[in-house]
């Protein structure tokens, strides 16, 4: 089952008509199983809470300043169980609705809108997802699966340092190489 995301655009003309070009954004989203989670780590995301400003520099350029908090779901590492996952993050970006060979920036992270209409909701879930764990598990660690000879270990988990003997070669180090020849 797929759900619609709301879609969070705004034109040109909804910066014209805005008071000194700054437009101030509130809203609330959600993203349950949709492709552009597909590939990721993160199953859904039921909450995300968006605030911050869009800028308007009364020629071609946006500046977006936004906040958001929210929970997403991810699998367990080790279990494949749901975890619920809070995130509190930033996002900082150029919108231009000009193309970039007419403007006097050079700089490459200024995106293009199409269409006199800025779309936000790219901006939005790039930076939610880049906020998920690549790892996470609810299992202490006592309760790692582990089996014949071998056992999952975590990088917190202390590290013998000493070095030893694989036992595998062990009977070659009773050898005696002379190198005197």
């Given at each position: 089952?797929?759900?619609?995301?709301?879609?969070?655009?705004?034109?040109?003309?909804?910066?014209?008509?805005?008071?000194?070009?700054?437009?101030?954004?509130?809203?609330?989203?959600?993203?349950?199983?949709?492709?552009?989670?597909?590939?990721?780590?993160?199953?859904?995301?039921?909450?995300?809470?968006?605030?911050?400003?869009?800028?308007?520099?009364?020629?071609?350029?946006?500046?977006?300043?936004?906040?958001?908090?929210?929970?997403?779901?991810?699998?367990?590492?080790?279990?494949?169980?749901?975890?619920?996952?809070?995130?509190?993050?930033?996002?900082?970006?150029?919108?231009?609705?000009?193309?970039?060979?007419?403007?006097?920036?050079?700089?490459?992270?200024?995106?293009?809108?199409?269409?006199?209409?800025?779309?936000?909701?790219?901006?939005?879930?790039?930076?939610?997802?880049?906020e998920a764990p690549i790892s996470i598990s609810r299992l202490p660690r006592d309760q790692?699966?582990?089996?014949?000879?071998?056992?999952?270990?975590?990088?917190?988990?202390?590290?013998?340092?000493?070095?030893?003997?694989?036992?595998?070669?062990?009977?070659?180090?009773?050898?005696?190489?002379?190198?005197?020849?």
């Amino acid at each position: 089952m797929r759900h619609e995301v709301k879609i969070v655009k705004f034109t040109k003309t909804d910066f014209l008509h805005s008071e000194n070009g700054i437009i101030h954004i509130d809203e609330h989203l959600a993203m349950e199983e949709n492709d552009l989670l597909h590939h990721t780590q993160v199953k859904s995301i039921p909450e995300v809470h968006v605030t911050g400003t869009l800028q308007f520099d009364g020629n071609a350029l946006v500046f977006s300043d936004l906040d958001m908090d929210g929970v997403m779901i991810v699998c367990d590492s080790i279990t494949s169980e749901d975890i619920e996952v809070t995130f509190d993050t930033t996002s900082q970006s150029t919108y231009s609705f000009v193309r970039l060979d007419q403007l006097d920036e050079e700089d490459d992270e200024i995106i293009v809108v199409k269409h006199d209409s800025i779309d936000l909701n790219p901006e939005i879930f790039e930076t939610v997802l880049l906020e998920a764990p690549i790892s996470i598990s609810r299992l202490p660690r006592d309760q790692y699966p582990k089996g014949d000879g071998w056992q999952l270990l975590s990088d917190q988990d202390p590290q013998e340092d000493e070095d030893t003997i694989d036992p595998r070669w062990a009977k070659l180090s009773e050898f005696k190489l002379d190198d005197d020849d």
